[in-house]
């Protein structure tokens, strides 16, 4: 039972360097999310999926970019890292849009790390 | 500012007491969401609640929500240290906003 597999845990990057985190779902959920947790902050939307075919802004889009490249697959891009995106990435998705009530079911998280 | 605020936001209490978070916010929601977060991984939903003045019981859980859909609380009776978590709210609008959570430790 994989539910949202995302990758790497764990990555240290040097400011203005670029990455992608991987994100998958074997639910056949259509809708995909990417958050990110900070401290006192809780959990922020930066970008989501509706369905697949769509992207959409959510609270803190600044700085990241974004692909559904699949119903199954979801990536977040930053571009020129700076020390502020330092934070716990936590994709998601969940059968139905989240307005309606649909659960959302979460990856175990990526650690960033910008220095 | 948060959509959502929880308080209090971190609790520590003895194994067998019982205690209460909540999740207020100034806007109407179309359902409220209630999930609990261990160290390393990621949040697992507790409960959703619809209705306003709705209350769901998970064992010794006890979630409400307001009468008017802009506030919700979390009841847990004789806490046990498996409780133990970030209990997180959030509620839905045009998307799901999430509370900055509620930090519960449960000691033996």
């Known amino acids: 039972n994989a539910g949202v597999t995302q990758t790497p845990k764990f990555q240290v990057l040097k400011t203005g360097q670029s990455m992608t985190l991987q994100c998958a779902q074997d639910?056949?959920?259509?809708?995909m999310y990417w958050y990110r947790q900070d401290p006192g902050m809780g959990l922020r939307l930066i970008y989501y999926s509706a369905s697949e075919g769509t992207t959409d802004k959510g609270e803190v889009p600044n700085g990241y970019n974004v692909s559904r490249l699949n119903k199954r697959e979801f990536s977040l891009r930053l571009e020129s890292a700076a020390p502020s995106q330092t934070s716990v990435y936590f994709c998601?998705?969940?059968?139905?849009?989240?307005?309606?009530?649909?659960?959302?079911?979460f990856g175990e998280g990526s650690w960033l790390t910008v220095v | 500012t948060q959509l959502l605020e929880q308080s209090p936001q971190f609790l520590s209490i003895q194994e067998g007491e019982n205690l209460t978070v909540y999740c207020n916010s100034s806007s109407v929601f179309s359902s409220l969401q209630w999930y609990r977060q261990e160290p390393g991984e990621g949040p697992v939903l507790l409960v959703t609640v619809v209705t306003g003045g709705e209350v769901k019981k998970l064992k010794r859980l006890t979630f409400q929500f307001g009468d008017a859909r802009k506030d919700s609380s979390l009841h847990i009776t004789a806490a046990q240290p498996g409780d133990t978590g970030l209990y997180l709210c959030a509620g839905a609008t045009n998307d799901m906003r999430f509370g900055a959570g509620t930090r519960l430790t449960v000691k033996p």
């Open positions: 639910m056949n959920h259509n809708s």
């Open positions: 998601a998705s969940s059968l139905g849009w989240t307005a309606s009530g649909n659960t959302i079911y």
